[in-house]
């Protein structure tokens, strides 16, 4: 099977294996979903599957990527594996393979693919495509080693391998091909599509409600039954993102890609299970947006932080960064060997029938989080950038923190609080802890560049004189973006030069661990594997995401402008 097949079935398994079925009397703009038998965990309808094929095909992206040794390694793990035997058990099932040209072959233009199974692969497709081409793919010429069957008035054709029991079915019904790894899914789709009266996948709660909060159809659309996708094992072991907590709130969800010029964009809707009250702050996390400066790197705006997540950011972000668990070591202890005596004198004081007393530790609460605790923060906001020294050797990372609460912030207790957190780690006495005043902030006058500002109920802290200047810049600026509970963007273009950089810097202690002659060569996580994926992705410059929630729904409209 050729590398670029396995990997376009990698993809569509990814997406989620889904289309549907098709009337040779249907008009090609009308919807397929009263053709698609129920029951499916996955329904993705294309405008014009062809197209959307034959752009892959052409994307630099792909030869990139096909091309690089990350692929190559790719190409040994359990999930390329699985979907390589997939494809081996369709081509003894069919009596051929599903090479690029045979999906050339029948990619249509209107098209359905619903996915039943995600470990078998039992999906159903359908595609506008003229009897004249459906005629000439390989389906149709191969018919003969097929047993013939009819549903619907409509002859259809199904191959068995005894050894597997792997099936695969396909009926040219009109201007419609159909194609099926299951007998039953052809059958009830030519049955539909004659007119006969049976459960859809339009009957079934989760599709409706997913439809129902879904605004016009984009060039490609995507449905989920969350209450099947998300429990199945394969899911839950291949799902890169690990948030399967977070996903078993919601019962359904629908995604339309929507394809312009240089912008993609997909409009998601994810339907919860109960109703949830809609979270506070939304126009006030939006409106933090407006701080952000120009050419920032990554930013987050959120709506309703609490006063742990808030502390975190600025402790991990600001104050100490550098502090964490000690990393465990990977030398054995050493073994002191005596003369073989296992006591002293000294411990036949000491009692052997009641436990020890241990004294209790007293655990302080910063000034920082009683001041955080006892104020109503509304909205956050963060800020990250990166830049070189000027040797252009190291890479910095700048951040800024933006909390905006309820009242105005005491000015004197938030730089009291401040100091009192750094000063436990920078000095025992009290050098490099005092405030100096800016123009519009007040900065340590010591080697830590933290920055703090406070304008009413907006309290800005940063290790950055910088890009606080540019946040405060900004303050008398109209927000551009409606009320969300989350806004969020990336400059790709801006970072992925010095992710580069700094992932080659982290990754070096292990580049040549392992890499000896002869050796197979494995790529480094972060300088090697994570850094191709951004090179591949070189032509895309920035990606946000806006987040809005009420007492049902979930919306996300996630944007990818691409320079080229």
């Not at 200047?469 to 970072?495: C, D, I, P, T, Y």
Request: aromatic share 8%; net charge neutral; charged share 20%.
């Amino acid at each position: 099977m050729k590398l670029a097949t396995i990997l376009l079935l990698a993809a569509m398994v990814c997406v989620g294996l889904g289309w549907a079925a098709y009337q040779n009397t249907l008009s090609p703009e009308k919807s397929l979903s009263p053709y698609v038998p129920a029951g499916p965990l996955l329904y993705l309808e294309a405008k014009d599957f062809g197209v959307l094929l034959k752009d892959w095909n052409a994307f630099p992206q792909k030869r990139q990527w096909v091309a690089s040794d990350n692929y190559e390694v790719f190409s040994r793990s359990r999930l390329f594996l699985r979907v390589r035997g997939a494809g081996d058990q369709f081509a003894t099932a069919a009596g051929f393979p599903p090479s690029m040209d045979f999906l050339t072959q029948i990619g249509g233009t209107h098209s359905v693919l619903a996915l039943y199974d995600i470990g078998n692969l039992q999906f159903l497709y359908i595609t506008h495509l003229p009897s004249a081409k459906s005629m000439e793919s390989v389906l149709w010429q191969t018919r003969s080693k097929f047993e013939p069957r009819n549903a619907g008035g409509v002859d259809f054709y199904v191959r068995r391998d005894p050894e597997s029991q792997k099936e695969v079915a396909f009926a040219v019904s009109g201007e419609y091909l159909l194609l099926a790894t299951r007998e039953d899914l052809i059958a009830g789709a030519l049955q539909l599509m004659a007119g006969n009266k049976a459960n859809t996948v339009e009957s079934e709660a989760w599709w409706a409600q997913s439809v129902a909060a879904a605004g016009s159809i984009g060039d490609l659309r995507m449905v989920l039954n969350m209450e099947k996708v998300v429990p199945s094992p394969y899911f839950r072991t291949y799902w890169i993102q690990q948030n399967i907590t977070d996903l078993k709130q919601y019962s359904a969800a629908v995604s339309d890609l929507f394809r312009s010029g240089k912008q993609y964009r997909e409009e998601r809707a994810l339907i919860r299970k109960a109703e949830a009250e809609a979270p506070a702050g939304a126009s006030e996390a939006a409106d933090l947006v407006r701080l952000v400066p120009a050419g920032a790197g990554m930013y987050v705006a959120k709506a309703s932080p609490s006063s742990d997540a808030c502390l975190d950011l600025v402790q991990t972000k600001l104050l100490t960064p550098h502090l964490g668990p000690a990393p465990v070591s990977k030398i054995a202890p050493d073994v002191q060997l005596g003369s073989g005596e296992t006591g002293s004198g000294s411990d036949l004081e000491t009692r052997i029938d009641q436990a020890e007393v241990k004294q209790p530790t007293v655990q302080t609460v910063s000034a920082l989080k009683q001041l955080l605790d006892k104020t109503q923060i509304v909205a956050s906001l963060q800020v990250q950038s990166t830049d070189r020294d000027k040797a252009g050797v190291f890479v910095r990372i700048h951040s800024a923190i933006a909390l905006a609460a309820t009242a105005n912030w005491d000015e004197a207790s938030v730089r009291t609080a401040l100091i009192e957190l750094v000063r436990r780690v920078l000095t025992t006495v009290q050098l490099g802890v005092g405030w100096h005043q800016k123009s519009g902030y007040q900065q340590l006058d010591g080697l830590w560049p933290v920055v703090v500002s406070v304008h009413g109920k907006y309290m800005l802290v940063a290790d950055d004189p910088s890009m606080m200047e540019a946040m405060l810049a900004n303050l008398n600026r109209k927000s551009e973006v409606a009320a969300a509970v989350l806004v969020a963007g990336f400059n790709h273009q801006h970072e992925r030069d010095n992710f580069v950089r700094f992932s080659g810097v982290v990754d070096r202690p292990n580049k040549f661990q392992g890499n000896y002659p002869g050796a197979e060569h494995q790529p480094q996580f972060f300088s090697e594997n994570i850094a191709s994926l951004s090179s591949t992705l070189a032509g895309v410059s920035a990606e946000n995401v806006i987040v809005r929630a009420d007492t049902g729904k979930v919306t996300q409209t996630v944007t990818y402008e691409w320079t080229q």
